[in-house]
């Protein structure tokens, strides 16, 4: 089985109506409805307002993947929790940062940058496939139409992926590496941009089967999970 905690902030969904009409039961409940249906998918889901976040020690450790989705609440997000999880992650765990999670403390650390980039609401995107044979792309057609979504431009301050395997064009004209694979020690990350709180892109089986096949392939199967330490260097 792959171990899989889904994240999410859990602000919006309580406070917009028109985010509890699209995501009833959460971003992070959606997410779950289409993962649970692999056979070999076991998912666990935490939000903002848990006891450390819902990511503790015990919680990461029993983690596979992480999926991350978060926006408002990314400086009130607990250092402490966001240098665990970099460090489950340099031990093998996979992450899937979701949409504007581009921003959160934890990916800010592991990336090194300050992951900036332009951005506007509501504009139609094509998400364009790059690399067809790259895992994450099976079964993906070679452009997904999106009705509305976030657009986010170039430049993206983003040290360079090991693959960009999905490209955004937006209405407006601006283009974005949209779906970015990059390793970290030991551990598999996906960045991966459609998915804006207030357009319903999760709900969209193209974008899903685009999270599944993420998952499979930042799942450290095979790695053996060791925590780095600190070591003393003697003489």
Partial sequence: MIRITVWNEN?????????????????HGCIKDFLIREEDFEVHTATFY????????????????????????????????????????LSGMGL???????????????????MTLKWKHDEEEKLWCLAPLHPIAKGIPECISIPEEEMYGEPFDIPKPD??????????????????????????????????????????????RIIVNAVRFCNPEGIKRIMPQNKEVKG
């Fill in 11 to 27: 602000k919006h969904e309580q406070e917009l109506d028109v985010v509890k009409k699209i995501y009833p039961e959460g971003i």
């Fill in 96 to 114: 899937i940062a979701l949409h504007s999670a581009h921003y959160s403390k934890m990916l800010r650390l592991l990336m090194g940058s300050t």
């Fill in 50 to 89: 848990d006891e450390d976040h819902g990511l503790t020690e015990e919680v990461l450790s029993n983690t596979d993947v992480l999926i991350y989705w978060s926006h408002a609440l990314q400086d009130q997000f607990s250092d402490e929790v966001a240098e665990r999880i970099k460090r489950h992650v």
């Fill in 163 to 208: 693959d960009v395997v999905f490209a955004g064009w937006f209405s407006n004209g601006y283009v974005f590496r949209s779906g970015c694979t990059f390793t970290r020690g030991k551990g598999k990350i996906f960045y991966f941009q459609p998915g804006h709180e207030t357009n319903p892109t999760y709900h969209i089986p193209e974008i899903q």
